[in-house]
């Protein structure tokens, strides 16, 4: 068999035709569904796992959010928590909240902009979370972990809502959805805070970030950051919007050893 030689000046210009294609078809088709699992160790002697997800944004996508849930539960966490965002619309929540059922340890979560915004049924959801052995917690606290975690779900702030206030004697872990809202807790320190919202930005630039970053979340665009009020960890989330593109920036579910003694 006989080959014919390629050019150095024809075989640079056929990759550099490709590549944007690869790009392209990576950021379409491939990485929107290829979820990671993140693994983050806050404690030298770590006595709980938990798992963090966010912004699931389900459309019918069935498969993709079972392989999600049965991702958590190969974890064995002793408990999950979800900072907003289930659907876009309200259509899609039974089949999501039929899924979410199957996780099979206590669920705790706060709603994002998209569940209040598609109108969906707050109770339908909170018994969802409660079959867990969870909580939808709409701006209030539970304790977990035999009384040694303060868990507190913030849904609004403002004039009519006040701050979160954290326990003494106990750990604290705040859940909200926007992650600029570290900046607005004052004095108050929490153990660990939980945001989503931001999707990671969905399409991350090598050495140079996100092209673009959603409203309300200001630099903590991804991964963990120290704040005035504590250590911050906002997650990549699962889904997307408004548009099926992620590049450089793989969904997640985050699992994150943490001490509680």
Known sequence: MKFSKVSRRKFIFTALLATPCAIVAD???IEPQWFKIHRLN?????????VHFSDLHHKGDREHTKSVVDAINSLSPDFV????????EA???????????????????????HDYSSHVSFDDISKCFASTGGSWLVDEQIEIADGKLNLIGVAHIGP????????SG????????????????GDEKFDLMLAGHSQ????????????????????????LFQTKSGPLYVTSGIGWYPIPVRFNCRPEIAAIEFSVS
């Open 27 to 29: 950021a379409r088709l």
């Open 42 to 50: 806050l404690s030298d002697k770590p006595t709980h796992r938990f």
């Open 81 to 88: 928590c979800f900072t907003g965002d289930i659907v876009e």
């Open 91 to 113: 259509k899609f929540l039974p089949e999501s909240l039929e899924l979410l059922s199957g996780v099979k340890a206590p669920m705790y979560g706060v709603p994002g902009n």
């Open 160 to 167: 009519k809502h006040p701050l979160p206030i954290s326990k």
């Open 170 to 185: 106990m750990k604290n872990l705040l859940m909200f959805h926007y992650p600029a809202w570290a900046k607005k807790f």
């Open 200 to 223: 990671g930005c969905q399409v991350r630039i090598p050495f140079y970030g996100p092209i673009m970053t959603p409203y309300a979340v200001d630099e903590y665009d991804l991964g």
